[in-house]
């Protein structure tokens, strides 16, 4: 059995149960509060050094890091899949997850938020903006992205949901939780509003989780 340990609102755990419940896999939730700093206790820390959610512990392995996760869980269950396969386009859906994964998240994460305020003493409103400028940068580039394919179904690649929408979705989550205006982006909105419809996303929705409060 997986044991998935993470936080509801940890757009990096949102990202993996979304891609265990595309594929139907069955996991143990572990509930691990970031507010709380439970990931900083010495039990975790033992279980991932970095301190991060989520992991995984599987047939005596640990697994960090969401885009490694993600990778195992598309190679261990290949179907439905998560990417394409024909190699360029491959490389482009991880291109368009990276872009959310590496240059959006890791900036807007809730060290780093922390970090503004105790060490640069930023306040809420310049903590806010910080969060909506690198949204926004992001998202006009892969709109831009997503209006350039003219075959594009109703989600990021082809007619299904996959590693793109792994990391869109939540990143959506965050931007709506921080007031972020989303109204520049329609195609990214109605790929949210049709995974939104999907029981994939709900049952990975924070709102859905045991630990939501």
Not at 56 to 70: K, Y
Not at 143 to 166: H, I, S, Y
Request: a negative charge; glycine letters at 4%; proline letters at 8%.
């Amino acid at each position: 059995m997986i044991r998935l340990y993470n936080y509801y609102r940890s757009g990096t755990s949102h990202r993996v149960r979304i891609a265990l419940h595309l594929k139907d896999i069955p996991y143990e939730y572990v509930p691990v509060n970031l507010l709380e700093k439970e990931h900083k206790s010495a039990a975790y820390l033992a279980l991932n050094p970095q301190g991060l959610a989520p992991a995984i512990t599987v047939d005596g392995h640990t697994l960090t890091q969401s885009p490694a996760i993600l990778e195992w869980i598309e190679e261990s269950w290949p179907e439905p899949p998560l990417l394409p396969t024909d190699r360029f386009d491959r490389a482009r859906v991880r291109a368009m997850a990276a872009l959310i994964a590496c240059d959006i998240h890791p900036i807007n994460n809730l060290r780093i938020l922390n970090a503004l305020k105790s060490e640069f003493g930023a306040d809420q409103s310049a903590v806010l903006g910080w969060i909506a400028r690198w949204i926004n940068d992001g998202f006009a580039a892969l709109e831009t992205m997503l209006n350039a394919d003219c075959q594009r179904g109703d989600f990021c690649f082809g007619k299904a949901p996959g590693l793109v929408e792994c990391n869109l979705i939540p990143q959506v989550y965050a931007a709506r939780r921080f007031e972020v205006d989303l109204t520049p982006f329609p195609a990214i909105t109605a790929i949210d509003a049709a995974c939104a419809a999907l029981p994939a996303f709900e049952k990975a929705h924070p709102a859905n989780q045991p630990d939501a409060v």
